[in-house]
């Protein structure tokens, strides 16, 4: 029976459950053995190879089995990231100790052993075209994904599961996407955040705090207008989570300071960030890609608030 190729990413979601619940006593076969004692070059030998490293959690090997661009684009990811990468081919969170042996069907199986559990990869019977090469795996006895293989200088490398390719260069822009929509998602609610301390404090001593120190922490039972204990010593320091933030009070007509405005900028452009914010004197924040300079009323506002 043909089983329908899945990505790993649904293979991974539908059996972490049982990785993490489950610890299974497997009884070796007599003939099971030592990753490093079998080695061949055949598509299958270099996928066993893989899964050994990806087992193991081992980055320098994972790295080599690569193809393309892949190998030298994994090495520069963070560790953090390096280490999901291995999680979706291992479906483990912890390193583990391989062992393989032979089915009964006489092809190869892989047997990885960790912490959380204990996954078996039954490989099956490659479909192989000229330099490409595609082994049906199957995980937990009844879903499998194609992993294809190139054959390169040196053998043959990874570069597809099941119906997604491995584009470490495109998925790191991806993750990297990703943290910097995080870091501006930071900065909007320290800056609201900040905002409903300056609100406390004024409400608390009568007045808007003269800088953002005066919100920091204090001695223990010594809470005054001079430390107030509303932010932690970071947002004090007008510093945090990649962003600095600037504060200034603004009078009204008849010169009361009744209203302040806050600023988001990123400590590094655009490491920390690309978009500045700007909180204006009726609570309203705008943001805009202004270099790594300061937001102002002028710009648009951000998604989810509301122009009068």
Wanted: proline share 6%.
């Amino acid at each position: 029976m043909t089983v329908t190729p899945h990505p790993i990413d649904r293979v991974a979601a539908r059996y972490a459950a049982l990785i993490l619940v489950c610890s299974f006593a497997f009884a070796y076969p007599a003939r099971s053995q030592a990753p490093d004692e079998v080695k061949d070059s055949s598509p299958s030998g270099a996928l066993l190879e893989i899964l050994v490293a990806a087992c193991r959690a081992n980055e320098a090997q994972f790295a080599n089995s690569l193809a393309g661009e892949n190998p030298a684009a994994f090495r520069a990811l963070s560790a953090d990231q390096r280490t999901k990468v291995i999680k979706r081919i291992s479906l483990s969170d912890t390193a583990g100790r391989p062992l393989r042996s032979t089915g009964k069907d006489s092809l190869p199986v892989l047997r990885c052993q960790s912490e959380t559990g204990t996954v078996e990869y039954r490989l099956g019977i490659p479909r192989t075209h000229e330099n490409l090469a595609f082994i049906p795996v199957t995980v937990e006895d009844d879903t499998a994904a194609d992993f294809g293989l190139i054959r390169e200088t040196g053998g043959w490398h990874l570069i597809s599961i099941g119906l997604v390719m491995l584009d470490i260069p495109q998925l790191a822009k991806q993750w990297a996407d990703q943290d910097l929509a995080a870091e501006e998602e930071n900065a909007v609610q320290n800056i609201r955040s900040l905002a409903s301390a300056i609100q406390t404090y004024n409400r608390a001593f009568g007045k808007l705090p003269e800088s953002l120190d005066q919100l920091g922490p204090a001695p223990k039972n010594q809470i005054s207008p001079e430390l107030a204990s509303l932010v932690d010593a970071e947002m004090a320091a007008a510093k945090k989570d990649g962003y600095n933030f600037r504060y200034r009070i603004v009078p009204d007509s008849a010169g009361n300071d009744t209203a302040f405005e806050l600023a988001a900028t990123p400590g590094s452009y655009p490491k920390n960030g690309r978009r500045s914010f700007f909180l204006d004197g009726s609570g309203k924040i705008h943001g805009a890609d202004k270099q790594g300079a300061v937001a102002t009323f002028e710009d648009p506002l951000i998604s989810g608030e509301k122009s009068e």
